[in-house]
Structures are given as C-alpha cells and as structure tokens.
C-alpha cells in the first residue's frame, strides 16, 4: 500500500482478509492521476466530481508525491482540473461550487509544496498550461468577483476569500508567486472595497478581506503598476476597513484587560496613573495576549500609502461594550496563532450607531494607541519585538501628519480613553524609554522613540502649542538614558552606535532651550527645565568628558562621537554659567543645601546675563520612507504572516450538512 493511501481516503476493513476500500472520491483523483483522460469512459466524469465531497489532504498528498516524469504525463489532466474547476464555479448547484473552491486550493497548494524550487513559469504550466494561463486565470477571478459581490451563500463568499488567501500564501516570499500577476491584472479590489463598504458583509468577512489587502499590496510593492496602487489605495482608504481594524484591535485590548483583571489588577487598570505603572518590569509577571500582526500590517500599510487615511483614523464611532455581549467563535476558522486571529463575528457585526451626543466614543487612532501601549511591555519575543517595532513606524508616520497632530493635540474632542490623546502619545514614549534599559538593548526601538518626540515637539513648536503635560518626567527619562548609556559604554559600543541615540537625546534638551517658550505650557516650565539640568548637571558633565575622550583619539566613532561634544554647548553653557550662581548664593546666605524653590530663584533671576548659541536645523527632521531602510524588516514580517495564514487557512471546516441546510434556506 503507498504511504498516500495510508494517509488519507481509506475506508475501513469489511474483514481482515480484504483490502480496505477506497471513497469513491479518491478513486476518481486516481483516475486524474492516471495517464489516461478520466472523460474518456466517463463523459459524466468532472459533473461527477464536483458533487463528491472533497478529500483535501489525500488529493494534495497525492499531488506533492508525484516525482518530475510523472508530472509530464499527468499535467494535461491536472490542466484538465483545473479548468474543470474553474467552470463549476460558475454552476447553479451550489454544493459543486463549494467542492471546486476546495479542490482549487488543494491544487494550488499541493503543485507549490511539490514543486519549491521550480519556477513560478513551472508551476503555472502544471496547474493551467502556460498558453491558456491568462484566460484561465481571468475567469476564475471574474468568478471568484460575481461571488463575492453577488446575493448568494455567505459560506460560499467566506470560501472565495479563503481560497484568495491560500493563492496568495502559497510561497514563503509573496513576491516570488508569479500567479499573484494575474490576480493583480484581473483585480478583486473592487469586490474587497464592496466587502467593507457594507455593514454584514464586514462582518462576516471583514478581517480574511483586510488580511488579503495586506498582503497583497506587499506583492512586488516597489514595481507594481500605477493603476493597480490606484485600486489598492481606494481599498485602504474605505472607512469599512478603518472599522474592522479597529474592531479587531479593540478585542485585542479588551482581551488583555480580562487577562488583566484575572491577575487581580495590573497594567491596563493602572493607565489612569499614568507614569511608573504603565509597564511591568519583571518579565516573568508580565501578561501575554497574542498580538494580530497581519491587523497592524493592513493598518500601517493604509497610514502609509495614503496619508487621507488619517481621517478613517481619527473618525468618532461609538464605544461599544463588547464584553457584554457572548461571543460566537468564527464558525469557518480554526484557533489560529499569531498574526491570524480573527476578531468574534458578534463583535464584527455591530453596525454603526447613530452617534447620541451623550455616548462615550472612541475612534481607530485612540484603540490603536491602548494597542501598542500593551505591545510595547515585552519586547523579548520575537513577534512582540516585530509587533513593538512596526507600532512606533506607524505613531512616526502619524506624526509626520498635521492632520493627525491636530487631531491628537485637540482638548475639544471627547473620547473614553485612559489618558489624554497626546499624553498618551508621549507617555508611551516616556514608559518604554524608562522600562526598556536592559542588557539586550533594543537600541531600533529606543531610537524611533526619540525622533517620534522630537517630530511632535517639531509640531507643537510651529503651530505654538502649549501642552499641559508634566515635562519633567519626560525630561528625567532621557537624562536617566543617558546614564544607562554611560554605564554600558563598553558592552554598547561592542553592538550600537550610541553617539547617535545620544545626539537625539541631546537635541531633544536642545529643541526645550531654544523654543520651549512657543510650546512649554508656563514660564516656570521653562524654569524648571533649566533647573533640571543643572541638578543632574554630573549626567552631563561625565557625557561631554566621555565624547571628549572618543573623539579625539582615532576610531570609528570619532566623528559621531564629536557631533555630540558641539550639541552639548548650551548644555554646558547653563550648567558653567547657573552653578557657580547658585553656589554663590548658598554662601551669602549661608544655607547648606539649596532647596528647589530657591534654585529657581537664582535661575530666574539670572537669565539675562546667559549667553546662548543659535543651532541650526533643531527643528527640521527627515521624513520616514520605507525603502530602502525598512524594506527588509517588511519583507520577512509578510513573510512570516504569510506563513501563519497558510497555516491556518481552512477550507474544510464546513460540513456537506451544514452547507446543504444554509443552501435550503437561499430564495
């Protein structure tokens, strides 16, 4: 007996001295398998077919097992399924067209896992016939569109996006699935954007259609053409899509708070306290909830390519009690692991409301940010590290947008969120800064954290807004991350540049100097920043000794190190011209130790007779562009959801009954 029919397709022993029987589906995949044509004694033969339930592991175990030779002989008849399959879809009887999904996928993914190293050409050839490729390929996806926009089975529009996502994950690199070309030229965008555009269909197929924008916008996203990004940027623009992310990131957050309220409080319960218990520092204590990396692709990928996404972001919708209402599981997806978990359907149902003046509301940007305040606690796995990282690109692409500053920096608008929109913004920012001081220093994320401050100060400093945020501890964050740098100097320097991080930091101390009187909330801030400095001026002073010391011996830090020795000269310039002031005044008043109101005194007092230097360039910052810096960070994030989704992909989880029952019910 072969190892594929041990497998999968054997019935049982009539007795045990006759061969077990086989389905009379599997005998008819055998036929295909066979030289011969399967019509040719069997006109009824493919109308035959498609009404038998399909066995989708024996027909792909079957098609991974046949060797190079044997692929010659058989390609016509597998060119033959497929076209079979193909017009089925197109037939009234609704069970055929469930069996040619089915049979369809385990096609594409039996013929790519046989064949890894061939080429997409190769691959084309065996599953269609090169020369026939593009007409097959155009009426399956004309099909596959007059499904998924028609008024039939809902089962049958879940099964065509199924099978979307199973073409398009059956290669480790999306780029290299050279059949995505002609799904990309027949385009399914604008069923997708139909998909999302109405409130039941978003429910029920909301997240596999955003899933499989995501993806498929990374298809030779550099080279595709101008029309096709055309389509796509509609798709990401929909405000459908802006409420299934938001909806699925909003299950995220509430999943985290259950987890946290069985842990008898913790972070989520504490945002309100804001600094000091936003983060967990022991990992072990930390709680885990699997972060949904293919959601936050689809929205990164929407901020990114069409900055007008802003407003689907900061749309007001009404805030929801998901909690209260039983959760349905997705009846046609498998538990699934990272990046691939889709949100309940009851949750995905809920229409918009009309929005009540008193009704509590929230929006995809504020959800967004509970997302990553969670996601940015733990960066020690992997998938949280790539999920923490691709959080702080999208808040730099938000706050390179004027549109979203305005928005965030908007006391006007109400929202039930835990902290104030731009508080929270910046406390995440002070919170992983605080918290992420660790011997495997991801210096990546600490430098995004940086520039995303600096990019937000840059927008508070032009449009002359004032904050009403504690700054100091902002400020106690970077000094005390300039300590940690100067205490690990050796093990740092072995992995990173940190003159670079110290630069940013610097500068950020330099953008207070020179125009926090346009953006500091009061005066006295602009005093207290001044007394900080000078208290924690050994901080400094050790700094400037250390990038002394580096860039005046010869090395391959020497010109960074020196950039950091010219930012710091108003640092010194206050600190050489405050402290010797403030010592004076501790003598003729014959006080030991100065407390902080009296400090103050001095620094007011004293601030004419400062004399600064004007730096150039403070508030001026480059632009974030995906290629080339981050392009291979994308490349193996697609991949690795890519990865998850073909693991997870079920056509297979409805039965023959369920099927016939909601067909029964179709007018």
């Given at each position: 007996?072969?190892?594929v029919e041990?497998k999968?397709?054997?019935?049982?022993?009539?007795?045990?001295?006759?061969?077990?029987?086989?389905?009379?589906?599997?005998?008819?995949?055998?036929?295909?398998?066979?030289?011969?044509?399967?019509?040719?004694?069997?006109?009824?033969?493919?109308?035959?077919?498609?009404?038998?339930?399909?066995?989708?592991?024996?027909?792909?175990?079957?098609?991974?097992?046949?060797?190079?030779?044997?692929?010659?002989?058989?390609?016509?008849?597998?060119?033959?399924?497929?076209?079979?399959?193909?017009?089925?879809?197109?037939?009234?009887?609704?069970?055929?067209?469930?069996?040619?999904?089915?049979?369809?996928?385990?096609?594409?993914?039996?013929?790519?896992?046989?064949?890894?190293?061939?080429?997409?050409?190769?691959?084309?050839?065996?599953?269609?016939?090169?020369?026939?490729?593009?007409?097959?390929?155009?009426?399956?996806?004309?099909?596959?569109?007059?499904?998924l926009?028609?008024?039939?089975?809902?089962?049958?529009?879940?099964?065509?996006?199924?099978?979307?996502?199973?073409?398009?994950?059956?290669?480790?690199?999306?780029?290299?699935?050279?059949?995505?070309?002609?799904?990309?030229?027949?385009?399914?965008?604008?069923?997708?954007?139909?998909?999302?555009?109405?409130?039941?269909?978003?429910?029920?197929h909301?997240?596999?259609?955003?899933?499989?924008?995501?993806?498929?916008?990374?298809?030779?996203?550099?080279?595709?053409?101008?029309?096709?990004?055309?389509?796509?940027?509609?798709?990401?623009?929909?405000?459908?899509?802006?409420?299934?992310?938001?909806?699925?990131?909003?299950?995220?957050?509430?999943?985290?708070?259950?987890?946290?309220?069985?842990?008898?409080?913790g972070?989520?319960?504490?945002?309100?306290?804001?600094?000091?218990?936003?983060?967990?520092?022991?990992?072990?204590?930390?709680?885990?909830?699997?972060?949904?990396?293919?959601?936050?692709?689809?929205?990164?990928?929407?901020?990114?390519?069409?900055?007008?996404?802003?407003?689907?972001?900061?749309?007001?919708?009404?805030e929801?009690?998901?909690?209260?209402?039983?959760?349905?599981?997705?009846?046609?997806?498998?538990?699934?692991?990272?990046?691939?978990?889709?949100?309940?359907?009851?949750?995905?149902?809920?229409?918009?409301?009309?929005?009540?003046?008193n009704?509590?509301?929230?929006?995809?940007l504020?959800?967004?940010?509970?997302?990553?305040?969670?996601?940015?606690?733990?960066?020690?796995?992997?998938?949280?590290?790539?999920?923490?990282?691709?959080?702080?690109?999208?808040?730099?692409?938000?706050?390179?947008?004027?549109?979203?500053?305005?928005?965030?920096?908007?006391?006007?608008m109400?929202?039930?969120?835990?902290?104030?929109r731009?508080?929270?913004?910046?406390?995440?920012?002070?919170?992983?800064?605080?918290?992420?001081?660790?011997?495997?220093?991801?210096?990546?994320?600490y430098?995004?954290?940086?520039?995303?401050?600096?990019?937000?100060?840059?927008?508070?400093?032009?449009?002359?807004?004032?904050?009403?945020?504690?700054?100091?501890?902002?400020?106690?964050?970077?000094?005390?991350?300039?300590?940690?740098?100067?205490?690990?100097?050796?093990?740092?320097?072995?992995?990173?540049?940190?003159?670079?991080?110290?630069?940013?930091?610097?500068?950020?101390?330099?953008?207070?100097?020179?125009?926090?009187?346009?953006?500091?909330?009061?005066?006295?801030?602009?005093?207290?920043?001044?007394?900080?400095?000078?208290?924690?001026?050994?901080?400094?002073?050790?700094?400037?000794?250390?990038?002394?010391?580096?860039?005046?011996?010869?090395?391959?830090?020497?010109?960074?190190?020196?950039?950091?020795?010219?930012?710091?000269?108003?640092?010194?310039?206050?600190?050489?011209?405050?402290?010797?002031?403030?010592?004076?005044?501790?003598?003729?008043?014959?006080i030991?130790?100065?407390?902080?109101?009296?400090?103050?005194?001095?620094?007011?007092?004293?601030?004419?007779?400062?004399?600064?230097?004007?730096?150039?360039?403070?508030?001026?910052?480059?632009?974030?562009?995906?290629?080339?810096?981050?392009?291979?960070?994308?490349?193996?994030?697609?991949?690795s959801?890519?990865?998850?989704?073909?693991?997870?992909?079920?056509?297979?989880?409805?039965?023959?009954?369920?099927?016939?029952?909601?067909?029964?019910?179709?007018?």
């Amino acid at each position: 007996m072969s190892q594929v029919e041990k497998k999968a397709g054997l019935l049982r022993r009539t007795s045990s001295s006759k061969k077990p029987l086989k389905e009379k589906v599997v005998l008819m995949y055998d036929e295909i398998f066979a030289k011969e044509d399967p019509a040719k004694n069997n006109p009824r033969f493919w109308d035959e077919l498609f009404l038998m339930k399909v066995n989708l592991e024996y027909l792909e175990s079957k098609l991974e097992s046949v060797d190079g030779e044997e692929v010659q002989r058989i390609q016509d008849n597998i060119n033959s399924l497929f076209h079979h399959c193909v017009q089925a879809l197109g037939e009234e009887h609704q069970i055929k067209v469930v069996n040619a999904l089915q049979t369809l996928c385990a096609l594409f993914r039996g013929v790519h896992q046989k064949n890894k190293s061939a080429s997409g050409f190769d691959i084309i050839n065996m599953l269609m016939g090169f020369d026939k490729a593009e007409q097959r390929m155009k009426d399956l996806m004309e099909r596959l569109d007059s499904l998924l926009c028609g008024d039939g089975s809902e089962s049958l529009k879940s099964l065509c996006l199924k099978l979307l996502l199973c073409l398009v994950t059956v290669t480790d690199n999306i780029s290299q699935n050279t059949i995505l070309e002609y799904v990309m030229i027949n385009s399914i965008f604008e069923a997708i954007l139909q998909i999302l555009s109405d409130v039941s269909s978003r429910g029920q197929h909301g997240y596999d259609a955003v899933v499989l924008l995501a993806l498929l916008v990374n298809y030779r996203k550099y080279e595709v053409c101008t029309y096709t990004v055309i389509e796509l940027l509609g798709c990401f623009l929909s405000q459908g899509m802006g409420m299934v992310v938001h909806q699925a990131l909003t299950e995220y957050n509430r999943q985290y708070k259950d987890k946290e309220e069985e842990n008898q409080g913790g972070f989520f319960s504490t945002l309100t306290s804001m600094v000091g218990s936003m983060f967990i520092a022991d990992a072990d204590e930390k709680l885990s909830v699997q972060t949904n990396e293919a959601i936050l692709l689809a929205l990164y990928e929407a901020v990114h390519l069409n900055r007008n996404f802003i407003t689907v972001l900061a749309q007001s919708h009404p805030e929801i009690d998901i909690a209260a209402t039983p959760i349905t599981p997705t009846p046609t997806t498998p538990t699934t692991p990272l990046g691939t978990t889709p949100p309940s359907l009851d949750m995905m149902s809920n229409p918009e409301l009309p929005l009540d003046p008193n009704l509590q509301t929230s929006n995809l940007l504020i959800t967004f940010l509970k997302y990553a305040s969670i996601v940015m606690q733990d960066t020690k796995d992997e998938h949280r590290l790539n999920s923490a990282r691709l959080c702080l690109i999208i808040l730099t692409c938000i706050a390179e947008d004027q549109y979203a500053d305005a928005f965030l920096h908007d006391d006007n608008m109400n929202f039930r969120v835990n902290l104030h929109r731009m508080e929270i913004n910046v406390y995440l920012m002070v919170e992983f800064i605080v918290t992420h001081m660790m011997k495997d220093f991801p210096m990546d994320l600490y430098l995004r954290c940086v520039q995303i401050i600096h990019k937000l100060l840059c927008y508070q400093k032009k449009c002359r807004i004032r904050l009403h945020y504690t700054w100091r501890e902002l400020w106690s964050a970077l000094i005390n991350l300039l300590k940690f740098l100067l205490s690990n100097e050796t093990t740092l320097l072995a992995k990173h540049n940190i003159f670079h991080l110290a630069l940013l930091v610097v500068n950020l101390f330099n953008m207070f100097i020179t125009y926090g009187d346009t953006f500091l909330p009061t005066s006295n801030s602009y005093d207290e920043l001044y007394y900080e400095i000078v208290r924690m001026h050994q901080v400094f002073d050790n700094l400037y000794c250390m990038v002394l010391r580096v860039s005046t011996n010869t090395g391959q830090w020497k010109e960074a190190a020196s950039k950091v020795t010219h930012a710091l000269v108003n640092v010194r310039a206050i600190i050489n011209h405050f402290n010797p002031k403030i010592e004076s005044y501790a003598a003729t008043n014959h006080i030991s130790q100065l407390s902080e109101e009296q400090v103050l005194e001095v620094v007011r007092s004293n601030y004419d007779t400062l004399t600064l230097k004007l730096q150039d360039g403070l508030d001026q910052f480059e632009r974030y562009s995906e290629q080339p810096k981050e392009a291979a960070f994308f490349k193996e994030l697609v991949r690795s959801i890519s990865l998850n989704v073909r693991k997870n992909v079920s056509l297979n989880t409805l039965s023959q009954d369920v099927l016939l029952k909601e067909f029964s019910t179709i007018s």
